[in-house]
């Protein structure tokens, strides 16, 4: 059953925000567990090659960064898919939402190919990227294997893009525990050996990740290729040509694309940072950084289902239904991240455990993590506050602001603090902090007023 633009009459706040909460809570559940299982395909490689030997840990860490910056960048590109999807569902114009899925097709072809290009460079790569010797051959390897998971992974996307934008993430979030299920069963075999199979270490992760990526897209496609209402939605054509709706759907794209490559080389520089400041530091700010990023999903999930409920709405040009799915979105996350914050601020000991049993280390990571927790709630905001943007089809203000943030802000004044006036590793946390809540000011400005304003689809 399709959702039903609110009549005029319909004006009980009350009414509406029940509808917004029991929506997101359906769009954004599974939408958390789908990107939870992508991060989690990593940290499992990290954990199951860490027991293998610590010099492969190193390659499997280097090899993969790479790959995963570009995959980052691609997938903001291809977030057309997501807004114009939702867009037409909204305006209850179905076969533009197969269109807006067919259209981002060639893009992820394209860019996985340069994906795998850049990648298959190897230890070329990683030389020009710093390093040296068997490191570089190592963590070469790595990257080259994993470039040829990057079309999968990005067909993959861009199809599940295409589902939350039909209100229907169970599909790939069902798909991606499989994939979690079918990782761990193949880097059993291929890191460690079985049978006539030889160890291969941080090679056999990448393979086995690469294999994974293959069946998250072969098994979405056909997904989606055999809907049973696939002719409503013109999954297999049947739309004419709309040169304007592809240009637009590419300027979504170009703008997420670059707005999310910035934050993500952004907190690379962070990374490096802290290797500067010396191992410990490096491996406090790692714990911590880890922790930042795996809570940060539900932002991720939240953000998403925000994105769908404020393009449906802009889609029907529904102006205060639209300003109530945003606002609705950045509270909701507001309170969860809020929730988590303070477990992990009172329980950072404890977390960092996990991790090392080193007293120094430990003492260390826990005054991060402690920090963490007011990270989560501010920067888990900005990009909730993106997302909603992203929506209404605003995308160059939101990149501008994540560039001028992170990379113009947060990166010079992090390096000022712990490098030039040596205040630690500490500093760099801060600095993250400051820098989300001046996004998340700059975004949350200007959603609200863009909420105002009219709400024609060409402008």
């Not at 992170?406 to 630690?424: C, D, H, K, S």
Request: positive net charge; glycine residues 14%.
């Amino acid at each position: 059953m399709y959702e039903q633009p609110i009549r005029p009459d319909e004006t009980w706040l009350l009414a509406r925000l029940r509808r917004h909460l029991g929506e997101l809570a359906r769009l954004a559940a599974p939408t958390i567990i789908s990107r939870l299982g992508v991060l989690m395909i990593a940290q499992v490689d990290a954990v199951m090659v860490g027991h293998a030997a610590t010099a492969e840990l190193a390659y499997l860490n280097l090899g993969n960064a790479v790959v995963i910056n570009i995959i980052v960048a691609s997938m903001g590109l291809l977030m057309g898919t997501l807004v114009m999807t939702s867009n037409a569902f909204g305006a209850e114009k179905f076969t533009a939402c197969g269109a807006a899925w067919r259209r981002s097709l060639p893009m992820a072809f394209g860019l996985g190919l340069i994906g795998l290009a850049i990648a298959g460079q190897g230890a070329g790569l990683m030389v020009v990227l710093g390093q040296t010797g068997s490191l570089a051959e190592g963590s070469g390897a790595v990257a080259r294997i994993m470039g040829l998971g990057v079309l999968p992974v990005l067909l993959y996307l861009t199809t599940n893009f295409f589902l939350e934008g039909l209100r229907r993430p169970v599909p790939g979030m069902v798909l991606m525990l499989f994939a979690n299920i079918l990782n761990v069963a193949l880097n059993w075999v291929l890191i460690y050996g079985a049978g006539p199979v030889e160890a291969m270490g941080a090679e056999g992760a990448a393979w086995a990740t690469t294999a994974v990526r293959w069946f998250l897209a072969i098994s979405i496609l056909a997904y989606v290729w055999w809907l049973p209402d696939r002719n409503r939605f013109g999954v297999r054509g049947g739309h004419p040509p709309d040169p304007e709706t592809g240009r637009t759907q590419r300027r979504i794209g170009y703008g997420t694309g670059l707005g999310m490559a910035a934050e993500s080389g952004a907190f690379t520089a962070m990374m490096l940072f802290a290797g500067w400041l010396g191992e410990l530091q490096a491996a406090a700010y790692g714990i911590a950084f880890n922790l930042l990023a795996l809570f940060f999903m539900i932002a991720i999930g939240v953000g998403g289902a925000t994105s769908v409920r404020v393009g449906i709405a802009f889609g029907r040009r529904d102006g205060p239904d639209l300003a109530l799915a945003g606002w609705t979105g950045l509270g909701a996350n507001t309170l969860l991240a809020s929730c988590f914050g303070l477990f992990i601020h009172f329980n950072a000991d404890a977390l960092v455990s996990i991790y090392t049993q080193d007293p120094a280390l430990a003492a260390m990571a826990g005054g991060l993590v402690a920090v963490v927790a007011g990270v989560l709630v501010l920067d888990g905001g900005q990009a909730v506050m993106a997302q909603a943007l992203r929506g209404r089809r605003d995308v160059w203000v939101p990149m501008v602001c994540q560039i001028a943030c992170y990379l113009g802000l947060m990166v010079p004044v992090a390096y000022w603090m712990a490098i030039r006036m040596e205040f630690g590793v500490v500093s760099l946390i801060w600095t993250v902090l400051g820098a989300s809540a001046v996004s998340l000011f700059l975004l949350g400005g200007r959603f609200g007023l863009l909420a105002r304003r009219s709400l024609d689809p060409d402008k």
